[in-house]
């Protein structure tokens, strides 16, 4: 883990930086798409793997591997968009951006109304290879 200081290093006041930042690397309906679809099996995959760890560990397993599946699935989504987002700092990095990203920054971007707009916008953007 890189240290800045002798402090990990994770991204200051993220979900403010998220949130400012969203639509830049959100502008391609393919990826639009992949998220629409993904981030709620990430959602369900995690909470299953809270609910059910104790009690049906398959049911554990299985919603790591949804919630797995969704962050890869995204990732080759962003790697489509015309600009990437920012590198992560760190793996806890990695993890605080993911979740903060799956339960608040993409569910306020489709309420917020800016989901819909990146669609309609998105008609001549090219989404890449």
């Given at each position: 883990m890189r240290?800045?200081?002798?402090?990990?290093?994770?991204?200051?006041?993220?979900?403010?930086?998220?949130?400012?930042?969203?639509d830049r690397a959100h502008r391609s309906r393919s990826n639009l798409?992949?998220?629409a679809v993904t981030n709620?099996?990430?959602?369900v995959g995690?909470?299953?793997?809270?609910?059910?760890?104790?009690?049906?560990?398959w049911l554990a397993l299985a919603g790591v591997v949804a919630a797995a599946l969704a962050i890869a699935a995204q990732g080759r989504g962003h790697a489509?968009?015309?600009?990437?987002?920012?590198?992560?700092?760190?793996?806890?990095d990695a993890v605080v951006r993911i979740?903060?990203?799956q339960f608040v920054t993409f569910p306020r971007f489709v309420f917020s109304?800016?989901?819909?707009?990146a669609w309609r916008a998105?008609?001549?953007?090219?989404?890449?290879?």
């Open positions: 240290r800045n200081g002798g402090c990990i290093v994770i991204t200051p006041d993220v979900i403010s930086w998220q949130w400012n930042d969203y798409v992949l998220h709620p099996l990430f959602v995690v909470l299953s793997a809270l609910a059910f760890g104790p009690f049906r560990p489509r968009e015309v600009n990437a987002p920012h590198p992560f700092r760190s793996p806890l979740f903060v990203e109304g800016r989901f819909a707009a998105s008609g001549g953007v090219p989404s890449g290879a």
